[in-house]
Structures are given as C-alpha cells and as structure tokens.
C-alpha cells in the first residue's frame, strides 16, 4: 500500500471513481485544474482501460449542461469533475435544471483541506454550500484531505449517492477536499495502479437495491375517486422518468387509455407513442376554441404540466377531480393545488387499478363520445392549419413547428429550445413530435445550456436536430468548446428572430420599440455565418422550406455538427399568427 500523500490521493480517486462507474457512471466530462489533478489522472487512468468515456470542456457551465443532455438521453448517470472556487459556482446553473427535471448527475468537485477554510487561503470558498439548494446530496470525503479518507468511507459515499438517485433521481454533490502534493511521479503512479487492478478493479461490490413500493393505502384514496363510467381526459406532460422506462410507460398509458376509453391530451416532449389510440390533435387549439364546451367529471394528469396558457386556464376552471401521477418525484408538481398527487409512477398506478379494481374486465373499452368528439375538432382545426401553410413557402415560427417534424425524418430525434419555439411546437406540431425522441428541458424552463445540451444528447442519440432561438443558441456558444463537438452529428436549425421573439408576443402593443428591444429584445448584430467559421461549423442560410428540406439532407448525409440559419420577419409572423388563430377558433 502507498503513503505517500500524493499516493494515497491517487489512490482514492481511482478507488472513488472506479466505484461511481459500477453504479452506472458510463460518460465523464473534465474541466481544467490543479486541484482536481488525482481525480483528473485517475480518470484518464480508467478511459485507457476502456472503463469510462472522458470528454473535456474548459467551461464548468457548458459541462454541466453536457453531461445532463448525456444523462437525459441514455438513462445513465453521467460525472462532472471540476477544479475549487469560482468553477463549482459554474456548475449551479446545470445543477438546477437537473433537478428540476429529475436527471441524475454527480458533480465531483475538488476543495481546500479543512485547515485552508476559512483563513484567506488563495482559491479557497464555501463551495460546499453553492449547490445544496438543489442537489439531492451534498456529501464529502474526509475534510482534511481525500489521502485521510479510508475504504469504507469511499464505498460509504458512493452507496449513498446511488441510493438517492434510485430513488429519486436527481444531481449530486461530491465536495473533496485534496491537500498537496497534487501531482504524481511516473514511478510513484505504476506502483498505485498495481496496487488498485490487484486489490479494487475487479472486486465485486454489493449495492442496495432500491425498490419502489406504492403506498396501497394512498392508491385507494385516490383510485375510488376516479368512475370509470362517466367521462375524462388523459393529459401527458413532459416526460420526467428514465428514458429505459420509457417503454414501460408507454404500455402502462395504452392499458389505461384502453380501460378508460378516454382522449389523450399529450405533450410534445410527452414521449409518448404516437399510434396510441385517443390521441388528439392540435389538443391546445382544441382547448381554446371549445373552452366552455368540454364537459368531462374527471382528469388523469401524469407528469408536470405543459407549458399552455390555455390548458392552465382549463384546469384552473375545471370542477371535477383532478390526480396527478408522477415519475418518482416526491415534490409538488401542481401549481393551481387542485389534484391529488401520486408520486409512484404511472406503471405502479396501472398495474395496481388492474389488479384490485379491473382483474375481471378485459374488454377494451370504445372511445367515448367525448373523445370522439375532441378528435373531430382536432382533425378540423388540422385542415384549417395546412390550407393556410400550404398556400405559403415562406419561412414562420408556428410554420417550422408544424412542417419541421414532417421533413426531418421521422425516428430521428429532435431538441427543442425553451422560450418560444417550445410554445410554438405544443401549438402547431400536431402530435408528429411523437414519432421519435424528443427533448426539451421544462424542468426550469431556461434558456441556459441549450448548445451544451444538445450536443450531450448527439453524442447518444442521432442525427439530431436542434431547433432553437438566435439569443438561446448564442447565449451557449462555448458549447463548441467541448471536446469533439464539431464532430458530432448535431444539425442546428437557428431561427434568426433577432432577439427574444416571445416578448414581442407579449409586450409589443404596450411599450415603444425602441424600448422594447433594450429592455427585452436584445438583439445583437452576429455575423451568422463568421461566427460558425470561426469554431470550425459548417454553415447554411436558407430561405424557404424546399431549401429547408435540401439543407437537413445535406446536413445529414455529412454526419457532423452543421448550422441552417432561417430570418424571420416578426411582424409578418404575428400578423400571420393571429389571423390563422381568428380562423380557427372565430374571433
């Protein structure tokens, strides 16, 4: 065994690390420092034994993000490591949405011994406090120095971490104070890693598994309220689970819907299948046109809510019983406190309503009046869209949402940025985003992080198409700073609004332009096409969607990370907005 303290950091980390990848850990993202050195050394110690896949961003808030697009889009727990000081402060941002969208992610971050806290030591914070307002855990190794930390404190760490994220998946936070020496001779490394592939690589760990066991009593109060022989709606929202639970979700839903007989209101980023029967299109539109027509005496919600103003409106004014089923998500998911929350999962809730209330009824249920009805209104409002777009090449915002998912193919996946191209698409995609993977970060709906994000996702799930707003794109541009992103098979479609086109939705009849654009707009003068130059980004502009179509064919067909800018013209796309809505709900 070593004793030396540089040896025995080495040995930690690799001990540390080797551990986090037995309990899922598959991607790591570096970020540059001295602090973190054992950890960094260690890593690339366990890349080259073709235990982990490390990639490196000199951005903690680019990592961040990365590694959650990672994570949302294998089901894995994915690693930061990140130097001391104002680099955990970086991470805070990604720690958020994390946990707001219930995605696993560890960020282990290098610190000061104890002795150093405290005491005006260079680089030395309270960063153990920066993310504990939305971390799951904020755990440590010994506080005077990871080389103090025994076995069984290691192993103790790391069986919390993944017990936590089992149960309610999430970030987490690794705080490790390391003291110096930081750096390892070449002697001194050969000698530890024997050390480590004799003693650790291999030895077999046992973990707690976690089981998620329904509370039968709460199921019951809630169940009895539901009366499956008067009418409801299936409303899906963002889909917050593991993507590996994905499937069994979608089973669950088809055996409730087949139960009920019931309509399917469902989310763009739902994840929900698109051959489900009661799916009904153009939902929102639906909603607002027959506001005070739709009478239903219950409503199945599962997972937070969609970002619709006027589905707010519906559930705010809805008078019958309301239960709102969540993917193990133990906090409150309903703003308007009108359901009942049941935060076992939705396979849990099918698999129980089966066994103790429909064990002897296996007749698929016919659609009911109601939602035959919601899918004729949906089907009309379907016509009225596509004579209006048909009649017209010319690129728009609710355009792009609705032609968008019908000529990029359709298993491919898609990300779509928060702000006004996620409103854009629940409005006017009808249902298409449902043939395939697609993502949009509605944990804390920012605009943060939105490049980094999509290229963790390419890195599992491709080709992938972006579609995002020129302020959310440019707001994250040193995504390009991480390792390889050129590479990866990432097709940005940028629509170039020229500022934050959702506050001219809202604010543009009540505030002078001028002012409009300082105090909300912002736009800026990029040259589009300089800019992708400059990180290496092959680059399009296009002009109508024929073009369009060629551009995601070529865009494909290279296999790398491409931008295709589209100009909106605002006034036209609000003028042309509004007449198509008077159209379609009459007035």
């Known amino acids: 065994m070593t004793s030396s303290i540089e040896g025995k950091n080495f040995l930690r980390s690799l001990q540390l690390l080797n551990l986090l990848i037995k309990i899922g850990v598959k991607n790591l993202i570096l970020c540059p420092g001295s602090r973190s050195a054992p950890m960094a050394i260690a890593a690339g110690e366990l890349n080259n034994l073709g235990l982990i896949k490390i990639f490196n961003s000199i951005d903690e808030r680019s990592a961040g993000f990365h590694a959650l697009g990672i994570s949302a889009a294998s089901g894995n727990l994915s690693l930061v490591i990140t130097t001391s000081g104002t680099a955990v402060s970086n991470l805070l941002p990604a720690a ?14 290098a610190d000061r011994p104890l002795r150093l806290k405290d005491c005006g030591a260079n680089q030395t914070v309270n960063q153990e406090d920066f993310l504990g307002s939305v971390c799951r855990r904020v755990l440590s190794t010994n506080l005077n120095g990871l080389h103090e930390t025994e076995d069984n ?11 936590q994220i089992s149960s309610f998946p999430g970030p987490i936070h ?17 000698n530890v890693l024997e050390v480590f592939e004799k003693i650790y690589l291999n030895k077999e760990y046992v973990f707690q598994e976690v089981e998620i066991k329904s509370d039968k009593i709460k199921f019951l109060e809630i169940s009895k309220s539901l ?32 139960i009920t007989g019931w309509p399917v209101f469902a989310d763009p980023v739902s994840g929900v299948d698109s051959d489900l029967r009661g799916l009904v299109v153009n939902w929102e539109l639906v909603l607002r046109k027959n506001e005070n027509l739709i009478n239903c005496h219950q409503l199945l919600r599962l997972g937070p809510m969609s970002s619709s103003i006027d589905l707010e409106k519906f559930l705010t004014i809805f008078q019958g019983i309301q239960i709102l089923i969540k993917e193990k998500n133990y906090r409150k998911l309903d703003p308007l406190k009108k359901s009942f929350e049941y935060e076992f999962g939705l396979t849990n809730f099918v698999n129980q309503f089966v066994e103790e209330l429909y064990s002897n009824k296996k007749v698929k249920k016919s659609l009911t009046a ?8 949906g089907e009309k409002i379907k016509k009225i869209i596509k004579e ?28 779509i940025s928060a702000s006004s191209p996620i409103r854009d698409w629940l ?13 949009s970060f509605r944990g804390a709906s920012g605009i943060d992080g939105t490049l980094s994000l999509a290229l963790g996702i390419s890195r599992i799930k491709k080709p992938l198409l972006l579609v995002t707003g020129d302020l959310a794109f440019v707001h994250d541009i040193n995504g390009w700073l991480i390792e390889n992103s050129v590479d990866l098979n990432l097709t940005i ?21 001028d002012d409009l654009k300082k105090l909300f707009l912002m736009p800026k003068k990029i040259n589009w096409e300089k800019l992708a130059e400059s990180y290496q980004v092959k680059f399009k502009n296009v002009t109508n969607f024929e073009k369009l179509r060629e551009a995601f064919e070529w865009s494909i067909s290279i296999q790398k990370s491409v931008i295709i800018k589209v100009d909106i013209d605002t006034e036209n796309e609000i003028c042309e907005k509004n007449d198509l809505l008077k159209k379609i709900i009459g007035s």
Not at 370 to 377: G, K, M, N, R, S
Not at 427 to 439: G, I, K, Q, V, W
Not at 493 to 513: A, Q
């Open 96 to 109: 958020v949405e994390a946990d707001r969208s219930c995605k696993g992610v560890i960020f282990l971050t």
């Open 370 to 377: 109601l939602a035959l009805y919601l899918i004729e209104e």
């Open 174 to 190: 690794l705080n490790i104070p390391i003291d110096k020496p930081l750096d390892i001779s070449f002697y001194n490394k050969k």
């Open 427 to 439: 409005t006017f995609s009808e249902n298409l985003t449902l043939t395939r993977n697609c993502f």
């Open 227 to 258: 009366n499956l022989d008067k009418s409801g709606i299936i409303l899906v929202g963002p889909y917050q689970g593991s993507i590996k639970d994905l499937s069994s979700f979608n089973k669950s839903l088809e055996k409730l819907q087949e």
């Open 388 to 415: 209006k777009i048909t009649n017209n090449n010319q690129i728009t915002e609710y355009r792009i949402a609705n032609l968008v998912p019908k000529i990029w193919p359709a298993k491919n996946p898609i990300m």
């Open 153 to 163: 404190e290691i192993l103790n760490l790391v069986r919390i971490t993944e017990k």
């Open 493 to 513: 479609l940028l629509i170039n609004n020229y500022g934050g086109n959702i506050f001219n939705r809202i604010y543009k009849s009540n505030i002078k332009e």
